[in-house]
């Protein structure tokens, strides 16, 4: 429910974060002027490349794409995607160009898109981009140095808290010139930050200097990208256009890319009311994201007949961390035993073969599905970066890293509950008989006349010295989640646990999350192929209280804190492997949270109007990036309708 947009999911939804740091002179030495950038150095695509592999140079352009976009968003009323307030539309950034963009078929290289060129400092501790003169708003008016060194300065001081959380360590911004910005940056975790100040989103200064850009609003802003924002109904849908005068519609970055004319994101109350309107015919495009409805849901004539196609994109990314987030700013959940308790109490295998349909796989790491998933016993390399920690750190984080029990999915899960109410019993929770008046609801009239409509029963309650009862509440904003959480609450009960679902409208629910007003909350992040400077998001102290971040479970552990930067200062692909690794020890030996599942693909239903290149991007869906409208299919597929 996070804005994607601000918080880094940047172009096609993934994160992309930015600490940035100008300084003046004296110059430092200048290693050579480059195509693009990359966190260690190496570079696919050779200077002069004429487009990326995986697009269709010579795609036509025209037609129409409507979806339905990041799944749980079910309304907008800002036009804004930079500030924490209101609920921004999807899509906004097909507005704003960037220095450079991602290649999604490289783990972590950007080219060049504004800015034709980079230098990069010997010391890594400055970068200048030399922007094309050609850079143009869609007003016409120049893309210049001092938008670039705007952007910076207004987004964090103004922006979301993220920026401002991102960069924190900046010390001031530089124009050289109306085609030359320079960034310098201070301390050691320098790898990635040219990188990452090269994909901030470039704002127009003059448009800013006359629109407040503290206010939501929904006028529609001036940006240099490939779209602009068309017709909109807040809250139902909002269509962007193509702009034929898009100054940068033919660099070799964007070849291929950006084919369709009107791009439309729909919204609905709910994945009910998505899934209903998509089979009806009311848009194209649409994400599947509950097991069940992808398994049954679309046993339909239009999917037998091939009108509506079903497909699964592989994605070789890390597929995620999604779980349930216990929120240890509730003392409750203070305990890592009482977190552990309530991990033993869930039960995937039988979740997985009666609501999943067997489709997915348990989530163990925060960094699933890939080689930063930590393995077996720490190597050498991992505990030159623990050992240091020792008395500071569990006993588990030196052995086999924690692996949620894996139960035969019958639902009998006696023996995980008994040792999770036994780690209750040992955090100073004692089980407790209690009888409980209910409603009888097999009671009438004249039952209840002569005092029949109670039922006293004995249930088993969790209470502490204080006399205070362990209470659960699961915060959700979509009804399609009551399905895996009430056979969960069904366990917690069994060992005295009172847990409780709070239904609230999606409005709430981010303003809930984002202040961390919770005890339970579900979340999915996808981590970075090289990941970075955002880590301090998710895990770091400094996060732990900054509303907006994405330190869910309030984890404040300078051990976590210290291996972060070295993620940050690895100075090899290896390196930042072993650093992650440990990373991952930590975090799992610390219970922070209830994981859940993860495939390594992306489940899409669309109506057969589109084609796409033979070649999927690794890291990306690619579907707004390469796909195209396909008039002869589309044709075709009317007359079937």
Request: hydrophobic share 40%; charged share 25%; proline share 5%.
């Amino acid at each position: 429910m996070m804005k994607s947009f601000v918080v880094g999911c940047w172009r096609l939804g993934l994160p992309l974060f930015a600490v940035i740091i100008l300084a003046a002179l004296p110059d430092p030495a200048f290693a050579a002027r480059q195509h693009g950038l990359s966190a260690f150095g190496d570079l696919k695509y050779p200077a002069g490349f004429t487009h990326f592999d995986y697009v269709n140079p010579d795609a036509p352009k025209g037609g129409r794409l409507s979806q339905i976009g990041t799944a749980g968003r079910t309304t907008f009323d800002s036009f804004n995607a930079f500030l924490l307030k209101g609920d921004a539309a999807q899509g906004l950034e097909l507005l704003f160009d960037s220095l450079m963009v991602r290649a999604y078929d490289e783990p972590d290289a950007v080219y060049g898109l504004i800015a034709k060129e980079a230098e990069v400092s010997d010391d890594k501790l400055s970068v200048t981009f030399y922007l094309r003169p050609e850079a143009k708003f869609s007003d016409g008016t120049s893309v210049t140095a001092q938008d670039v060194v705007f952007s910076f300065e207004t987004l964090k001081e103004k922006g979301h808290p993220q920026f401002g959380f991102a960069l924190k360590d900046v010390v001031n911004a530089e124009a050289v010139n109306a085609t030359t910005v320079r960034y310098t940056f201070k301390g050691d975790l320098t790898r990635d930050l040219a990188m990452e100040v090269a994909v901030l989103p470039v704002l127009s200064k003059a448009y800013y200097d006359k629109v407040d850009f503290t206010k939501t609003t929904l006028e529609a802003p001036l940006g240099s990208g490939p779209y602009e924002i068309d017709k909109y109904k807040a809250g139902t849908h909002v269509t962007y256009k193509r702009r034929p005068d898009y100054w940068a519609r033919d660099l070799a970055v964007n070849r291929g890319r950006y084919n369709f004319d009107t791009i439309r994101y729909e919204y609905f109350r709910d994945r009910t009311s998505e899934l209903e309107n998509l089979k009806s015919g009311n848009y194209d495009l649409r994400e599947e994201f509950t097991s069940k409805d992808w398994a049954t849901a679309y046993d339909i004539p239009a999917v037998k007949e091939g009108r509506l196609k079903k497909r699964i994109l592989k994605d070789a990314s890390p597929s995620g961390a999604q779980g349930f987030f216990l929120n240890m700013r509730r003392e409750k959940f203070k305990d890592a035993r009482v977190r552990k308790a309530l991990d033993l109490a869930f039960d995937f295998e039988w979740s997985n073969k009666n609501l999943f349909y067997g489709l997915y796989t348990r989530t163990a790491s925060f960094f699933e599905n890939s080689d930063m998933k930590a393995r077996g016993l720490p190597t050498e390399a991992e505990l030159a970066l623990l050992e240091p920690f020792r008395d500071k750190l569990p006993k588990a984080v030196f052995e086999a890293p924690y692996v949620p029990p894996a139960n035969d999915g019958s639902g009998r899960v006696r023996k995980n509950l008994q040792q999770a109410l036994n780690l209750f019993q040992q955090a100073g929770w004692s089980l407790v008989q209690e009888k409980k008046k209910v409603a009888n609801d097999s009671c009438g009239f004249f039952c209840r006349l002569f005092g029949g409509g109670e039922t006293q029963v004995t249930t088993k309650t969790l209470r502490n010295s204080k006399d205070e009862t362990f209470d659960v509440e699961f915060l959700i904003y979509d009804s399609s989640f009551e399905r895996v959480i009430a056979p969960y609450i069904k366990n917690l009960e069994a060992i005295g646990v009172q847990a409780t679902i709070r239904r609230v409208d999606p409005a709430q629910y981010e303003r809930r999350v984002k202040s961390f007003d919770f005890d339970v909350v579900t979340q999915r992040y996808v981590m970075r192929l090289t990941p970075g400077v955002e880590l301090k998001n998710y895990w770091s102290s400094s996060a732990a209280n900054a509303d907006g971040s994405f330190n869910l479970a309030g984890i404040s552990d300078p051990v976590i804190d210290a291996l972060i930067s070295k993620v940050m200062a690895a100075k090899s692909r290896g390196e930042l492997v072993t650093a992650a690794r440990a990373i991952d020890r930590v975090l799992r030996a610390g219970h922070y949270w209830v994981p859940h599942w993860y495939k390594a693909s992306h489940n899409v239903a669309h109506w057969d109007r589109f084609s796409w290149p033979p070649q999927k991007p690794d890291y990306a869906r690619g579907i707004i990036d390469t796909w195209w409208f396909d008039s002869a299919k589309a044709q075709a597929l009317d007359k079937k309708n």
